[in-house]
């Protein structure tokens, strides 16, 4: 018998459970057919609060109701679209316990779910003294900045990001291209492609065409599970055509969301084609999927990826977002790890840290914490499938949460260096020794921080009125002589 050892974290083997869309009011009559059918799940998107009512009948109160019209008018960056699969997955109550009760019950369980927490945010979760940093922009990465042709991000030296579309089959609160993915928002009219996709797409293939030294592409968006299968096949047999690359990974949340699109039959038959091809050349095709909480792997996500995989799928990886209330915690991290790596065959690869986006503060974690969390997932997993926490700095790229330089614990800025240039910095002879910084939550910071960065604000508010008053003044002057 082995020593019973009193760990941190405690691991056990758990079978995944369906929950029963059937206890929610606006399901009850809902078939395992039609569950499983993905133009029933598109068609049956939770898209508005009326739609989101008819779904959950008189389980959440009013009060709940108008959280999150308030956070729809005055905090979103992203619209509400919930497939059915993901709205599921909210209290599952697959625990034995059965459903909270209607009402008060039901909206406490619903307001602390982890997948509700960042799929379908409400005022009240947001920061109320910072919801925004003071540093926080909408392309945090500048990723557009980038562009070598338009929606192909060339930040790397051997790899692009190809944003074949913006849209996808769900929304995330979080989203960190809120920039341009999805509809937009009272806080955010989204940017829109100036090209029509054929010919962005066109561009894409050209440029990588004539540049050699890019080896691998992420082909993303938005979601490419929204694009017509046709379409993405077409986009994937002439990108395998070109001999330079070598991996192509495709980008899609909806693996987690809406895997019914992913197990589509004329879907399989489609990854089957297009993974003998890249067979056939040496070029590995990979799936890139999203998913932030244990909850979300249900039993229709892990056959859909071995489907996938049987299908001819490389390697399927996640990459989440550490997300405050979401995944903030060692068991949070470990529980999804084991339940992608041991029911579903998914390999866990990154969390990144949340990006500094408008709105996203609550969410967003400390690198001290990012630092912790790291450490206390090691040694539990496979080291291959140990996933590595992540921070996208702007205008670098990921780094490793302990590749940091220099950190000022007190004001949260944290300092960080590359080892190659973007092409913004093709001739920038200063690139590779410049620092680059990144900045933790203010509420995450001592007082004596909090306070500095509130000079910080106030000093830029009497800047940008100083400006606005000596404006004002030279037009007075102007209209006087004229
Ligand atoms: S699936 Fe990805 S691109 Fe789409 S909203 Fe979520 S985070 Fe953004």
């Given at each position: ?78 619209s509400m679209l919930l497939p059915p699969q993901m709205l599921n997955t909210m209290v599952p109550a697959t625990d034995g316990e059965g459903m ?275 450490h206390s997932i090691m040694g539990y997993l496979p080291g291959f499938a140990t996933p590595r926490i992540v921070c996208d700095v702007p205008f ?46 203010i509420s995450t910071l001592p007082e004596s921080g909090q306070a500095w960065w509130h000079a910080q604000s106030d000093a830029a508010a009497s ?20």
């Amino acid at each position: 018998m082995s020593p019973a050892i009193d760990q941190p974290y405690r691991y056990s083997q758990r079978d995944l459970v369906e929950p029963d869309w059937t206890r929610l009011p606006g399901w009850r009559a809902v078939t395992e057919d039609q569950w499983l059918d993905v133009q029933w799940q598109r068609s049956h998107c939770v898209k508005n609060v009326r739609q989101l009512r008819e779904v959950m009948g008189d389980l959440l109160t009013d009060d709940f109701y108008a959280d999150l019209e308030r956070d729809q008018a005055e905090r979103a960056t992203m619209s509400m679209l919930l497939p059915p699969q993901m709205l599921n997955t909210m209290v599952p109550a697959t625990d034995g316990e059965g459903m909270p009760s209607a009402g008060r019950d039901f909206t406490r369980a619903f307001l602390d779910d982890p997948v509700r927490r960042y799929m379908l945010p409400v005022f009240s979760d947001r920061d109320v003294e910072w919801p925004s940093h003071p540093k926080a922009q909408r392309d945090s990465l500048h990723e557009h900045d980038m562009w070598a042709v338009e929606g192909l991000t060339h930040r790397y030296p051997t790899k692009v990001l190809a944003e074949l579309l913006p849209t996808c089959p769900q929304y995330c609160g979080h989203c960190t291209r809120m920039d341009l993915v999805g509809n937009s928002t009272p806080q955010v009219t989204k940017l829109k492609f100036a090209a029509k996709p054929t010919d962005r797409h066109t561009a894409m293939l050209d440029y990588l065409r004539a540049t050699p030294t890019i080896r691998d592409v992420v082909v993303s968006g938005g979601d490419v599970a929204n694009l017509p299968w046709k379409n993405l096949e077409a986009f994937l047999d002439n990108l395998l055509a070109i001999d330079s690359i070598r991996d192509i990974r495709l980008a899609t949340k909806a693996l987690i969301g809406l895997p019914q699109h992913w197990g589509a039959p004329d879907v399989i038959e489609g990854i089957g084609r297009i993974t003998a091809t890249a067979r056939k050349r040496g070029v590995h095709v990979a799936i890139h999927t999203h998913a932030n909480h244990a909850n979300s792997i249900t039993p229709v996500v892990a056959r859909t990826a071995h489907a996938l995989m049987d299908a001819g799928i490389f390697n399927i990886r996640n990459q989440g977002v550490l997300l405050r209330g979401v995944n903030d915690t060692t068991e949070d991290l470990l529980d999804l790890c084991f339940a992608l790596q041991d029911n579903a065959g998914i390999t866990p690869y990154y969390f990144y840290m949340c990006d500094m986006i408008p709105f996203s503060e609550h969410w967003r974690l400390s690198l001290a914490e990012a630092q912790h969390l790291q450490h206390s997932i090691m040694g539990y997993l496979p080291g291959f499938a140990t996933p590595r926490i992540v921070c996208d700095v702007p205008f670098v790229g990921k780094r490793w949460v302990h590749q940091v330089e220099e950190y000022d614990r007190e004001t949260g800025i944290s300092y960080w260096r590359k080892n190659y240039r973007t092409l913004l910095e093709a001739s920038d002879v200063d690139a590779l020794s410049r620092e680059y910084v990144y900045n933790d939550p203010i509420s995450t910071l001592p007082e004596s921080g909090q306070a500095w960065w509130h000079a910080q604000s106030d000093a830029a508010a009497s800047h940008a009125a100083a400006v606005d008053a000596a404006a004002a003044s030279r037009a007075a002057s102007v209209a006087q002589l004229v």
